[in-house]
Each structure stands twice: as structure tokens, then as C-alpha cells.
Nanobody, 121 residues
Framework: QVQLVESGGGLVQAGGSLRLSCAASGSILSINIMGWYRQALGKQRELVADIISAGRTDYADSVKGRFTISRDNAKNTVYLQMNSLKPEDTAVYYC???????????????WGQGTQVTVSS
């Protein structure tokens, strides 16, 4: 059983910062990609940023220059540092990871439960 547990969401004023964390636990053999998605009220879930095990990153245009994704492979943890937050960043943020569990021959997609980020103007 693999679980992703997020932390770090909350309420912040525009221009402020938050740091999200997501730790994967369970019988994990390897994790190839880890990322963050978000879903605002009434909108579709969208990719915010992702990072592969070798460190290459990808960002949504709307967060480039403001958000930084990083990971600690030894801890199976991914982080999202969010700076210069805007009201339009308000959403539920979900952690996502491609995990190969012990005894499994493929990587499977797992999601965290989500953490609310609210940016007030």
C-alpha cells in the first residue's frame, strides 16, 4: 500500500509564501516522477509543476519564476516552494507520484488527499 501525505497549505496574503510538502510511504521500490496539481473551484485540475528522479523540472507558465519544485529521493518527498502568491493561486493542491511498489512490475499513479491554499487580496 502506497500513501501520499501532503502538508503545508493554509491562508496567506497576496505576495506571501507557502511551502508544500508531500511524503510517499509504503512498500516503495522506486518513484519516477513526482508533481503538484491544483484544482480551483469550478475548474479542471491542472499541472503546476513536476520533477523526475534525475531532477529535470517542468512548470506551468502561470507559476514560472514564482514556484520551485524540489525532491528528496532518500525521503521519497517532494516540495513546492510558492513565492509571490496571487489570489488566482487559490486552489486545492494535490501531490502526484508515479510509484513502483514492491512486487509490482510497473509504476502506478498515486494521488494525495489534497491541501487547501487560499491567497487573500
Amino acid at each position: 500500500q502506497v500513501q501520499l501525505v501532503e502538508s503545508g497549505g493554509g491562508l496567506v496574503q497576496a505576495g506571501g509564501s507557502l511551502r508544500l510538502s508531500c511524503a510517499a510511504s509504503g512498500s516503495i521500490l522506486s518513484i519516477n516522477i513526482m508533481g503538484w496539481y491544483r484544482q480551483a473551484l469550478g475548474k479542471q485540475r491542472e499541472l503546476v509543476a513536476d520533477i523526475i528522479s534525475a531532477g529535470r523540472t517542468d512548470y506551468a507558465d502561470s507559476v514560472k519564476g514564482r514556484f520551485t519544485i524540489s525532491r528528496d529521493n532518500a525521503k521519497n518527498t517532494v516540495y513546492l516552494q510558492m513565492n509571490s502568491l496571487k489570489p488566482e493561486d487559490t486552489a486545492v493542491y494535490y501531490c502526484n507520484a508515479g510509484v513502483q511498489a514492491l512486487g509490482d512490475g510497473v509504476h502506478r499513479n498515486y494521488w494525495g488527499q489534497g491541501t487547501q491554499v487560499t491567497v487573500s487580496s
